[in-house]
């Protein structure tokens, strides 16, 4: 198995492409070692140490390393959990992955599902070849509440991307939208 790697727009996160699928629908976020208990793969990712958040796409899985740890260091541990999770026949996740977007109810469902759609045709997809996601939070008084994940929480870059991307494209496309926000 020949596992291969790409840097991010985040030098805390690298991505791990194993060359088959990891996730056949949706993605799953494991900002902590704790949130990990579904995922035999994050947590045998989590076991390596100085491991400070798995994302798992389609067919990649995101790592960020602690704050005081070197990649030089942890990368080679990381490819072998990686590769003995594939060669057990373990699932990559126990049950479903959670619904990308958060559900919304109200008077604006229109403007909300012009939102998530832009998100999953423009937005979502390129973040992905990133290592990251950015999912529908909420819609409140023009404001739109995204979710970073992966390799765009944290990212040096993610503010400027959320900022004169992610809004403008949004603001263009739907004048409702007033603002865009992240939420942790």
Not at 39 to 57: C, K
Not at 69 to 78: E, G, M, N, R
Not at 83 to 97: D, K, R, T, V, Y
Request: glycine share 10%.
């Amino acid at each position: 198995m020949f596992i291969q790697t790409e840097s991010t727009p985040n030098p805390a996160t690298l991505k791990f492409m194993p060359g088959q699928s990891v996730l056949d629908l949706g993605t799953a976020d494991f900002p902590t070692a704790d949130t990990a208990s579904k995922s035999p793969l994050a947590n045998r990712i989590f076991a390596v140490g100085d491991v400070a958040g798995v994302f798992l796409g389609s067919d990649f899985i995101t790592v960020t390393k602690a704050e005081n740890s070197d990649w030089d260091h942890i990368k080679p541990a990381i490819l072998g959990a990686i590769m003995e999770h594939f060669q057990s026949g373990a699932p990559a996740l126990e049950g479903e992955a959670a619904a990308a977007h958060a559900e919304h109810t109200g008077e604006d469902g229109d403007i909300v599902t012009q939102i998530k759609e832009l998100l999953d045709t423009r937005v979502r997809p390129a973040v992905a070849q990133d290592g990251g996601d950015i999912t529908f939070h909420g819609f409140d008084r023009g404001i739109v509440y995204l979710h970073m994940q992966g390799a765009c929480a944290g990212c040096p870059s993610s503010s400027v991307t959320l900022k004169m991307g992610i809004e403008n494209m949004l603001k263009h496309y739907v004048p409702e939208v007033i603002r865009v926000e992240a939420v942790l």
